[in-house]
């Protein structure tokens, strides 16, 4: 079946620094990709879509420059925290759809702890 | 407002009890789907519905999609500690593509 692999699956940083996240379809090409954030005991929120090549599309009250993804090719899109505060401190995950998968994979998520 | 209502939000049973979690919308989804998420980890798709009044079955999981398709309900039966765990409902907002979620529904079964 289709896999997706997320990294890392934890990362501590230190406030005002940036950390990414990478997201890979391993076994079929990820025309769309979706990122969410989760907060404890809470749903998943989507943040943004994005699509091979192109811009990601944000969501209302999401700040695309201190949320930047990229997603260069069709196996792998990237989320970047820039200059992370405490209060980013969340569980991100990636979700992948594509031309031959059209179901949502999702990746096994990133824990962010911001110091 | 949140385009699909789960219910209930918190859900604390004793081991062997039947449950019910639903799913509302006001909205016409094309399909429904449920997932099932452990802490740390993303979700797991446990069933995909598409056509109104269909009902899956999944050993002792059963989901039903309304005739409307604007709900959707998960019903466990002789719940067990492994059922333990965070509920999803998700659909796909109209013509977007985008996966939108439920709030959720945590359970937690006793032995």
């Known amino acids: 079946g289709a896999v997706v692999s997320q990294h890392p699956s934890r990362v501590i940083c230190k406030s005002g620094t940036s950390v990414k996240i990478e997201c890979r379809s391993l076994d079929f090409q990820a025309t769309t990709m979706f990122w969410y954030r989760q907060f404890p005991k809470q749903s998943l929120m989507l943040m943004a879509t994005?699509?091979?090549?192109?811009?990601?599309?944000?969501e209302q009250g999401v700040e695309k420059d201190k949320f930047l993804i990229n997603h260069a090719s069709l196996t792998l899109s990237t989320l970047t925290v820039t200059s992370a505060h405490p209060e980013d401190s969340s569980f991100y995950i990636c979700s992948a759809s594509g031309r031959t998968n059209y179901g949502y994979t999702f990746g096994s998520g990133t824990r962010l702890t911001v110091v | 407002t949140q385009l699909l209502e789960q219910s209930p939000q918190f859900l604390s049973i004793q081991e062997g009890e039947n449950l019910t979690v639903y799913c509302n919308s006001s909205?016409?989804?094309?399909?429904l789907q449920w997932y099932r998420q452990e802490p740390g980890e993303g979700p797991v798709l446990l069933v995909t519905v598409v056509t109104g009044g269909e009902v899956k079955k999944l050993k002792r999981l059963t989901f039903q999609f309304g005739d409307a398709r604007k709900d959707s309900s998960l019903h466990i039966t002789a719940a067990q500690p492994g059922d333990t765990g965070l509920y999803l409902c998700a659909g796909v907002r109209g013509n977007t593509g985008k996966l939108i979620f439920g709030q959720g529904t945590t359970l937690q079964v006793k032995p």
């Open positions: 909205s016409v989804f094309s399909s």
């Open positions: 994005s699509n091979e090549g192109s811009k990601a599309t944000y």
